[in-house]
C-alpha cells in the first residue's frame, strides 16, 4: 500500500497530555494495558479458530513476549494474536475511540474529572504514551491476502502509516521511551511490574533482556525436550567408592552409574500461571494447594485460619477465593488486601465498591469479568450491579461463617479470637451481614466456654426456673405464709413490672482488674463473658439495638440479688441511713449513693458500681484522650458504693460511729472498692498506700493493747 500521513481525528492536540497526566494514576500501568490488549487479540483468534472462521497451525502456542532493549531505549510487547489490517488501523488506531473523542476532550479535560471517564473508548494502547516519545506499531492480519502494516506516532497528532515487513500474524508494539521513564526498561523493574498486574492472565508472557548474555543450564539426559537448544554434551562417568569386606579385602563399589548429561541455553519460564487456583471448583484444590497460593499471593508464611471459595455464574460471573489470615496478637495491625481481577487482568487492590469495607481487613482474589470498568480499568462505576456483587460476596461469608458455626463447632471456636476482629467489625458496617450473623456470634465466658447468644439466654432462663422452685413455709392450717424474704421478693416483682425488663448479659473488660468480682460469680454460680476489645463497647450498643430483649451489663455495675441474702432494703434502713451519713462525712462527698447489702461472702467489704451507660461514656471518652483518668461526676451522679454489712470493719463503722479512727477506715474502704472497679489515678494511688500503712500501723497498737490486757488480766486471775 502506499505510505500514508495524516493526523489522530480528533478535534483538539490536548488529547496527550490529558492520557499523560489524568488517565491512569500509574505511569507502569501501560504493561498491564499493552499486556491484556494482545490477551485480547488471542483470545478473539482463538474463537475464530473455533467457529471454523480461521483454523491455527497445529503448532501454535498463544504467548506474550517483552523485549527490553536498553541500548536503544526501547520496550516491544508481542503477541501471536489476531493482528490488524490497514483499515482496523486506521479505525482503532487513528481514530481515537471512534466519534467519541470530542466529548472525551470536553468532558474529561478537567482533573477534577478524572475518575468519571467511562470504559467505553478503547484508550489502553494510548497510554504507551505516558512515558514514551514514539510509539510504533507492526501488525500483520489473520485474514487471507492481508499485508503487513507499519505504523509510527511520535506523541503528537500525526502519524505514518505504510506497509510493513513483520512475519507471522500477531501484533508488535514498540515504545521509545523517553528519559524520565528509563527505569521502565530496566529488566528486573519490568519483571515486577509484569508480575504485579499480570501474575494470572491466560496466556503466558515471556520477558527478555535483548543485551544480556546468554544464560546456560545443564540437565540429565532424560529430561531434555525437542526445543532444547544443545551447547554440549557432558558424558558423567560413574562414582565408585572403596568399601571393606567382611574378610578384611576391599573391593571398589559403584554409587552411581555413569550418564550424559546436556549444556543448553537456559530454557524461558514464563512470568505468570495462567490457571490461577480460583479458576478450579473447591473439589479440585487441596488444602495445600490453597496454602501455597497464600503464601504465593501475599507472601505471608502464616498459615491462613481458613478460606473461602466463592464461584457465582449468575446473575453475574464472579470467581474468588478469600482468606482469614491469623492475628499473632492483640497489638498487631489488622490490614489486610483484596486483589481485584477482570478476567484475570489485575486491577487494584482493595476497592471499596466492590469490596466491603469490613472485608479489607482480609486477604484474597476476586475475578469478577462483568465489572464496568472505566477506561483505565482503574476504577468502577458505583451502580447497582457493583452494590449487588459487594452483597453477594458478604452473603457467601456469613453463609461460611455460620455454617461452621453449625456443622463444626469445634473449629470455629478455634478460630474465633483471631477471627472475632472481622465479624465484629462487619456487624458494625453492615446491618445485614449483623442480622445473619446475629445468632452466631461466640462469647468466651468467664469459665473460658463459648456460648452464643441463644445459649447464654437459654442458660439464664434455666436458672431461673431453678431460682423460682422455693419450698413454701405453711402455718398451722396449711396456707403458706409470707415470710420477710417474700414479701420483698413481691416488691421487687412489682418494681420489675415498672422497670427495665431487659435480660441482663454481664461482661468482662478486663479479667485481673475484676477478678474479685469474677470470684463472686463463680461462687454463686452466675456467669459472664469476656469483652477486652477496644470495638467491643461500640458492638455491644449495635447488639442492644437489634436485640431489645436484653442489655449488657458490666460485671461491676449492680451488684446482682444472686450476690446478696434475701434481705429487703427495710431491714437494713437504719444501717444505710447511718452509714450514708458517715461515709459522705469522712469522704467529703455528699452526693455519694451508698447501699447497704448483706453479702453471701462475709470478706468482700464494699463494692463501687457504677451505671452501665456511664460507664461506656467513660470507655468513649478514654479511647478519645487515650487517659486511664475519668471522673464519674462529668457525667452526672452514677457512682454508688455498696457497703456489706456483714463485713467485720462495717459493722465497726456502724457501731462507733464518728471516733478518730472513722475518716481512715472510710477512705480505705471506699479505696479498696475503687481498685476492684478500676485503677486509681497515681496521686491517689499514693494516698492509698500512705493511709494503708497508717492502717497497719494501728492495727499493731490495737494489737498490741489487746494483748498487754490480756495478760494483764490472766496475771490478775493468777493472783
Not at 360 to 375: A, E, Q, S, Y
Not at 546 to 555: E, G, H
Request: proline fraction near 3%; aromatic fraction near 10%.
Amino acid at each position: 500500500m502506499a505510505e500514508k500521513k495524516g493526523s489522530l481525528s480528533i478535534t483538539s492536540e490536548n488529547i496527550f497530555p490529558v492520557i499523560k497526566k489524568w488517565l491512569y494514576s500509574d505511569h507502569d500501568i501501560f504493561y498491564r494495558e499493552l499486556i491484556s490488549n494482545g490477551c485480547d487479540a488471542i483470545t478473539k483468534l482463538k474463537k475464530l479458530n473455533m467457529m471454523g472462521d480461521y483454523a491455527l497451525p497445529e503448532t501454535y502456542k498463544p504467548r506474550i513476549d517483552i523485549l527490553l532493549d536498553d541500548k536503544k531505549k526501547t520496550i516491544t510487547v508481542k503477541d501471536n494474536g489476531l493482528g490488524m489490517t490497514e483499515e482496523e488501523v486506521d479505525e482503532y488506531i487513528n481514530q481515537i475511540a471512534f466519534s467519541g473523542a470530542t466529548d472525551f476532550l470536553e468532558k474529561y479535560k478537567d482533573k477534577a474529572n478524572e475518575d468519571q471517564i467511562i470504559g467505553h473508548f478503547g484508550l489502553g494502547f494510548y497510554s504507551a504514551f505516558m512515558v514514551a516519545d514514539r510509539v510504533t506499531i507492526d501488525t500483520l492480519s489473520y485474514k487471507d491476502g492481508a499485508k503487513a502494516v507499519h505504523w509510527s506516532c511520535d506523541g503528537g497528532t500525526d502519524y505514518e502509516m505504510g506497509d510493513g515487513d513483520k512475519e507471522g500474524v500477531g501484533t508488535e508494539i514498540t515504545l521509545f521511551v523517553n528519559d524520565d521513564c528509563l527505569e521502565f526498561v530496566n529488566e528486573y523493574k519490568a519483571r515486577e511490574v509484569v508480575e504485579k498486574y499480570c501474575s494470572f492472565m491466560p496466556y503466558e508472557i515471556y520477558l527478555k533482556n535483548v543485551n544480556a548474555e546468554t544464560a546456560y543450564e545443564t540437565i540429565d539426559e532424560k529430561d531434555k525436550l525437542d526445543t532444547d537448544t544443545v551447547v554440549e554434551t557432558i558424558n558423567v562417568p560413574a562414582k565408585t567408592e572403596e568399601k571393606t569386606k567382611d574378610d578384611g579385602t576391599k573391593e571398589t563399589v559403584e554409587t552411581e552409574p555413569a550418564k550424559i548429561q546436556y549444556k543448553i541455553v537456559k530454557r524461558e519460564h514464563p512470568l505468570n500461571d495462567t490457571n490461577p487456583l480460583w479458576n478450579k471448583t473447591p473439589s479440585e484444590c487441596t488444602d495445600e494447594e490453597y496454602k501455597a497460593f497464600y503464601r504465593k499471593v501475599f507472601n505471608d508464611y502464616r498459615e491462613p485460619l481458613f478460606w473461602i471459595h466463592l464461584n457465582m455464574d449468575y446473575p453475574f460471573r464472579l470467581k474468588g477465593i478469600l482468606y482469614f489470615p491469623k492475628i499473632m496478637s492483640e497489638y498487631e495491625s489488622v490490614e489486610g488486601t483484596i486483589k481485584l481481577y477482570n478476567n484475570q487482568v489485575f486491577i487494584a487492590d482493595n476497592i471499596k465498591e466492590v469490596i466491603p469495607e469490613w472485608l479489607l481487613l482480609l486477604k484474597g482474589v476476586i475475578d469478577c469479568p462483568d465489572l464496568p470498568l472505566n477506561v483505565s480499568r482503574s476504577a468502577l462505576q458505583n451502580d447497582g450491579f457493583v452494590t449487588k456483587i459487594s452483597e453477594y460476596i458478604t452473603k457467601k461469608v456469613a453463609d461460611k461463617l455460620t455454617g461452621l458455626c453449625k456443622t463444626d463447632r469445634e473449629n470455629y471456636e478455634k478460630y474465633w479470637d483471631d477471627i472475632s476482629p472481622f465479624i465484629k467489625y462487619g456487624c458494625l458496617k453492615d446491618e445485614k451481614f449483623l442480622g445473619r450473623m446475629n445468632d452466631y456470634i461466640l462469647f468466651k465466658d468467664i469459665n473460658d466456654k463459648y456460648l452464643t447468644l441463644p445459649d447464654l439466654l437459654a442458660k439464664e432462663e434455666e436458672k431461673k426456673d431453678e431460682d423460682n422452685v422455693k419450698p413454701e413455709i405453711l402455718d398451722a392450717d396449711g396456707n403458706p405464709i409470707k415470710t420477710d424474704g417474700a414479701k420483698a421478693e413481691e416488691k421487687k416483682d412489682e418494681e420489675a413490672g415498672e422497670k427495665d425488663e431487659r435480660k441482663p448479659v454481664y461482661y468482662v473488660t478486663d479479667t485481673k482488674q475484676q477478678a474479685q468480682y469474677i470470684t463472686l460469680f463463680k461462687e454463686q454460680g452466675e456467669n459472664a463473658v469476656i469483652l477486652d476489645k477496644v470495638i467491643d463497647t461500640s458492638f455491644i450498643t449495635q447488639l442492644e439495638q437489634r436485640n431489645p430483649t436484653y442489655k449488657f451489663l458490666r460485671i461491676d455495675s449492680d451488684v446482682t440479688d444472686s450476690l446478696t441474702e434475701d434481705v429487703s432494703e427495710e431491714d437494713l434502713k437504719k444501717e444505710t441511713d447511718a452509714l450514708t451519713e458517715t461515709f459522705r462525712k469522712a469522704l467529703g462527698k455528699d452526693n455519694l449513693t451508698v447501699k447497704v447489702s448483706k453479702f453471701k461472702n462475709k470478706d468482700i467489704a464494699s463494692m463501687i458500681t457504677l451505671g452501665e451507660e456511664t460507664r461506656r461514656m467513660a470507655d468513649m471518652m478514654k479511647l478519645y484522650s487515650r487517659s486511664n483518668d475519668f471522673d464519674a461526676s462529668m457525667f452526672g451522679n452514677d457512682e454508688t458504693l455498696t457497703l456489706n454489712a456483714n463485713h467485720r470493719m462495717v459493722k465497726y463503722i456502724f457501731r462507733h460511729g464518728k471516733d478518730e479512727n472513722t475518716d481512715l477506715f472510710c477512705h480505705e474502704l471506699y479505696d479498696l472498692a475503687r481498685i476492684m472497679n478500676a485503677p486509681l489515678p497515681p496521686a491517689e494511688m499514693s494516698d492509698f498506700l500512705k493511709r494503708t500503712n497508717d492502717l497497719m500501723l494501728l492495727l499493731t497498737k490495737e494489737e498490741s493493747k489487746v494483748k498487754k490486757a490480756e495478760k494483764e488480766a490472766k496475771k490478775a486471775a493468777e493472783e
